[in-house]
T-cell receptor
Framework: AQSVTQLGSHVSVSEGALVLLRCNYSSSVPPYLFWYVQYPNQGLQLLLKYTSAATLVKGINGFEAEFKKSETSFHLTKPSAHMSDAAEYFCAVRLSNFGNEKLTFGTGTRLTIIP | GAGVSQSPSNKVTEKGKDVELRCDPISGHTALYWYRQSLGQGLEFLIYFQGNSAPDKSGLPSDRFSAERTGGSVSTLTIQRTQQEDSAVYLC?????????????FGPGTRLLVL
């Protein structure tokens, strides 16, 4: 079984400030972890994913995330927020054992950028 | 290349009517997934296909929901006798295959409103 918890349904940061979106997971086997972004009235776009290689994962648009097994966390960060980062962000987990294909999503974090 | 496409983009129907939602995956992708995004339940997995077979239908909420995939390509999600609680955005995704850490690429969704 697997689950994802995203702390903070709404996060506001000033333009140029650090972005930190939190994600904690639980998984019965080693997980694959994903961050997706959703802009208004659009589908989900992959930002980055953890696949058991490097624990620090770099993605698109300057985002990165670090897998910390001891903390069961996969927080998303960006050093300097841009106005274009305003969107909803979803963390997702998938079990790595064969036959488990579904993504289990967190409830999402809506990021607002303050000019 | 073309991404995942879904039709219609919006659908308004009356309670009790049947609806069909269509998904065209990325060419060459053998795996196809359906998810539902609603205010009350967040993003939920419904069903996935590997080729034309559906190894995991565990997310279908009731027997009013069914899906098929023919020719290993296009998929149709059918909801019979729609209810107001079926109102949601239905998202389709595809990936190159199953197993491993493959990325699921999402379409823009079909927004369903049941009156």
């Amino acid at each position: 079984a697997q689950s994802v918890t995203q702390l903070g349904s709404h996060v506001s940061v000033s333009e140029g400030a650090l972005v930190l979106l939190r994600c904690n997971y639980s998984s019965s086997v080693p997980p694959y972890l994903f961050w997706y972004v959703q802009y208004p009235n659009q589908g989900l776009q992959l930002l980055l994913k953890y696949t058991s290689a490097a624990t620090l994962v770099k993605g698109i648009n300057g985002f990165e995330a670090e897998f910390k097994k001891s903390e069961t966390s996969f927080h998303l960060t960006k050093p300097s927020a841009h106005m274009s980062d305003a969107a909803e962000y979803f963390c997702a987990v998938r079990l790595s054992n064969f036959g488990n294909e579904k993504l289990t999503f967190g409830t999402g974090t809506r990021l607002t950028i303050i000019p | 290349g073309a991404g995942v496409s879904q039709s219609p983009s919006n659908k308004v129907t009356e309670k009790g009517k049947d609806v069909e939602l269509r998904c065209d995956p990325i060419s060459g992708h053998t795996a196809l997934y359906w998810y539902r995004q609603s205010l009350g339940q967040g993003l939920e997995f419904l069903i996935y296909f590997q080729g034309n077979s559906a190894p995991d239908k565990s997310g279908l909420p009731s027997d009013r929901f069914s899906a098929e995939r023919t020719g290993g390509s296009v998929s149709t999600l059918t909801i019979q006798r729609t209810q107001q609680e079926d109102s949601a955005v239905y998202l389709c995704a595809s990936s190159l295959g199953t197993g491993g850490s493959g990325t699921q690429y999402f379409g823009p969704g079909t927004r369903l409103l049941v009156l």
